[in-house]
């Protein structure tokens, strides 16, 4: 699974997960943490609109840690 960070303001933190890939676009599960709550609401992102977030840095990639059994 892929997770996106989401450039925002100052004490607010906005990531998202890709569900599933579409030729449209993606579903994505969306969190957005403010003032000590968190919000979690799944929707849909075409696109035209992930590739230019993307272009100009607005969203990126981050490294999601895997559980690993020993």
């Known amino acids: 699974m892929k997770r996106y ?11 998202f997960d890709i ?11 969306l969190i957005k943490i403010s003032d ?11 696109r035209q609109l992930f590739d230019l977030c993307v272009k ?5 990639e981050m490294e999601v840690a895997a559980n690993v059994a020993a």
């Open 56 to 60: 100009t840095g607005y969203i990126f």
């Open 5 to 15: 960070c989401v450039k925002c303001r100052t004490g607010k933190i906005e990531y």
């Open 19 to 29: 569900l599933a890939e579409t030729d449209e676009g993606y579903n994505i599960r």
């Open 36 to 46: 000590g709550s968190e919000r979690i609401n799944e929707e849909f992102m075409p």
